[in-house]
């Protein structure tokens, strides 16, 4: 059972990170859509690719302010509350596989 105690806290550790990553993308997004650059330049292209899963089911919401887009906020907080979710629940049947759970 601690094999699958260190598998749980290892996914906890991926989960964590993608997330930063993804959070990380987000913000580099967000940053370059406010200059003038090539949409079809490759890192932009890779921006889009990377956040368009999050960002597009979210964009059904009408959460526009004129010109400004609040959707990339929407995003920001779904990201923060799955990461907490998902490392937590992770974490929790780690330390239960762990042995935590038998004392």
Known sequence: MFILGELFQSLALLVDGICKILYWLLMARIIVS???VDPYHQVV?????VTDP???PLRRIPLQIGML???PLLAFVALYF???VAVRLLLLAAYQFAGGAAN
Do not use: E, S
């Open 34 to 36: 406010w200059f003038p």
């Open 45 to 49: 292209q890779f921006l889009v690719q």
């Open 54 to 56: 999050i960002l597009l």
């Open 69 to 71: 887009d609040l959707t």
């Open 82 to 84: 799955v990461n907490r």
